[in-house]
């Protein structure tokens, strides 16, 4: 399994300079940034050339590659596209492979929900030869009306590019509802980039959510980063502290260092689980292998994949069973998938 990188945005900073966050998030041991603030406000796609460089000049310094440019654009929007053309171009000075979107607002009538979908469609559609010859990806966030990742592969249906894809905000589809494998379904292979909070309910804080240390709230995060791993997702891991929206929220030098602690170990626990598994016997000198054609095998990746399910699926049913048998069944399923 190739190791899972983890980045940080820079909305946990809103009191700092782009130079200072960057200094910070490095020397904890994060590999990337994704920004959303610098030197504490929202990103201007208006930025002057000169300070454009200066800023770039400022990220190279900290050593850390941008994996992500984040905007306030809403597809459902008129000026969607002109805003959209100057991100991809601000995000391409920057050498990010990636901007962040979102979907925006829906009509609850049918009729005008459509055609705000086929607008937002059109949006994309217009601006897929400019992505693709800047080499920067449009990522269309789970949030707002776009909460539910049902929502965002609707529109993703609409849109057959790989330039255009998906960023998995762990927390707004638990909030809607769905479960980490319902989310795997609608987004997975097009998830380009994800981003990770945790939180737990309290009708106290504000929209009903309080933020919270990483594993400590009801957030699935380890869950999917597991279901992220199986599937072979090659993306960064992006932990999302906002600080700049909820002011109250512990500070980035206590909230990061611990965010990537948790994460770390996660992952280093789900190397070694993988490591630990079981794999198909090694043929003896007696086999007859040059004779006989080498059976097609599934990779270690969709077997973990479809173990996940299976367990989702004995969970949902209330069968009893463990992760071996899991594994077992996998293995024997796409094993007959592939014999066909």
């Given at each position: ?107 609850e ?61 762990t ?38 959510w ?5 594993g ?42 611990q ?44 077997i973990q ?36």
């Amino acid at each position: 399994m190739k190791p899972l990188r983890i980045a940080f945005s820079t909305l946990a900073f809103p009191e700092a300079t782009l130079a200072e966050a960057t200094a910070l998030g490095r020397s904890w041991g994060y590999a990337g940034v994704e920004l959303r603030l610098i030197d504490g406000q929202l990103i201007d796609s208006s930025i002057s050339a000169a300070k454009r460089v200066k800023l770039k000049q400022t990220i190279a310094a900290a050593g850390l590659p941008i994996v992500s440019v984040d905007s306030s654009i809403f597809l459902t929007d008129h000026e969607a596209g002109s805003e959209l053309r100057r991100f991809l171009e601000l995000a391409s000075d920057w050498e990010s492979p990636l901007i962040r979107v979102y979907g925006g607002l829906l009509a609850e009538e049918p009729v005008a929900r459509r055609a705000q979908m086929e607008a937002a469609a059109a949006v994309l559609q217009k601006a897929i030869p400019l992505a693709e010859r800047l080499g920067v990806a449009i990522a269309i966030e789970t949030h707002d009306a776009f909460s539910a990742s049902s929502v965002v592969a609707e529109l993703l249906a609409m849109v057959q590019s790989t330039w255009v894809g998906a960023l998995w905000d762990t927390h707004h589809p638990h909030r809607m509802g769905e479960s980490p494998a319902e989310v795997y379904e609608h987004i997975g292979p097009r998830v380009l980039l994800v981003q990770v909070k945790d939180g737990r309910r309290s009708v106290a804080h504000r929209g009903g959510w309080q933020f919270a240390p990483l594993g400590e709230g009801e957030v699935p995060v380890r869950e999917i980063i597991r279901l992220l791993a199986a599937g072979g997702y090659q993306g960064f891991i992006s932990v999302e502290w906002e600080k700049y929206w909820h002011p109250e929220i512990e500070e980035p030098e206590i909230a990061l260092p611990q965010h990537l602690k948790v994460l770390q170990e996660w992952v280093k626990d789900l190397e070694q689980s993988t490591a630990a598994t079981p794999t198909a016997a090694t043929p003896t000198a007696t086999t007859p292998t040059a004779a006989t054609p080498t059976a097609a095998r599934p990779t270690l990746e969709e077997i973990q994949l479809r173990a996940y399910f299976i367990s989702e699926r004995r969970g949902k049913l209330g069968i009893a069973g463990d992760a071996n048998q899991d594994w077992i069944t996998a293995e024997q399923e796409l094993r007959a998938e592939l014999a066909r």
